[in-house]
């Protein structure tokens, strides 16, 4: 079975300084790891994903992630948070050693940033 | 950029009645799924459907629940006698290819059971 723990349901910082909202996973096979932000009233929006390759994948608005396979974690950072980062954030994986498609995804953690 | 879209974006329903929630993915995506989120906490995963039929489903998708392809575009989900627990946020998603693909989220529809 695959799953995602998201152990912090709210991060707060403040605008300028850097983020980190913290996921780590399990599966049976190789992990294709995703991120995704929800804004009130919104669907999921995908940020960026690792499947193969570079520990540190980069994406949308300026948010990158570091996959780190002995602590089974992928963590979402940015250097410098903005107000407009708020939001809800949640980690999602896929498991490819096992036939289904199914995404699993976690608690989510509410990010607020403060001026 | 191409959207999934999804109707309503608000159904209010009486206990026991059958509701038809619908969605166009992304005309070349190949793989659909529903999912639920329930006051803004996880998303639970329901069904994900690829060539006309269910590839996975979890253990929220009884028989009360089904989902169809009518026409080629539209991709619904049905539950036939909703419960007062069946209230909750339903996205609908879909990806080009499978396991490495994101998904592509709807803006979902509000479901209220009364």
Redesign the interface.
Known sequence: AQSVAQPEDQVNVAEGNPLTVKCTYSVSGNPYLFWYVQYPNRGLQFLLKYITGDNLVKGSYGFEAEFNKSQTSFHLKKPSALVSDSALYFCAVRDNGNAGNMLTFGGGTRLMVKP | EPE?TQTPSHQVTQMGQEVILRCVPISNHL?F?W?RQIL??????LV?F?NNEI??K?EIFDDQFSVERPDGSNFTLKIRSTKLEDSAMY?C?SSYR???S???????TRLTVT
């Open positions: 999934v793989y799924y999912y803004g906490q996880k998303v639970e995963f994900s690829y590839s996975e979890s996205f998603a499978s396991l490495n994101p998904l592509h989220f709807g803006n979902g």
